[in-house]
């Protein structure tokens, strides 16, 4: 069994949790880490963060380590339990980014945030369809 632990900015969100098989989306993919995986540090991307098909979250970027063949650490700047997220919210925050990303003139900083609100609303309508 993996023992992993997911932690944020806002506190520890799973503690020592037993799991089977653990999927991460990393900044390359999806992967899958079970028990034995060979010790690893990666970054965490935007997606679906599963603890064997019982529990998901939607993670917001972060870095993973996996060390000993059994211990998982997540760090996630931001983490949110799928059961959170509405969807209707989602598809109207999207658009509301969407019309700002066609129909505004936006500096560096701004055009930097809607990326990133544009990136976080896809992934969690990706998770949630």
Known sequence: MLKVDVVSPSGQIISGRDVSVLTVPSMMGELAILPGHQDILSLVGKGLLKLDDKESFIVYKGIMEV?????VVIAA??????????????????????????????????????????????AELSALT
């Not at 999207?94 to 896809?122: I, S």
């Open 77 to 122: 700047e931001r983490i949110k339990k799928i059961s959170e997220i509405d969807i209707n919210e989602s598809k109207n925050a999207l658009r509301e980014v969407e019309n700002k990303l066609l129909n505004e003139v936006l500096d560096d900083f701004e055009l930097h945030k809607a990326r990133e609100e544009y990136g976080d609303r896809l």
């Open 67 to 71: 060390s000993d063949g059994e211990r």
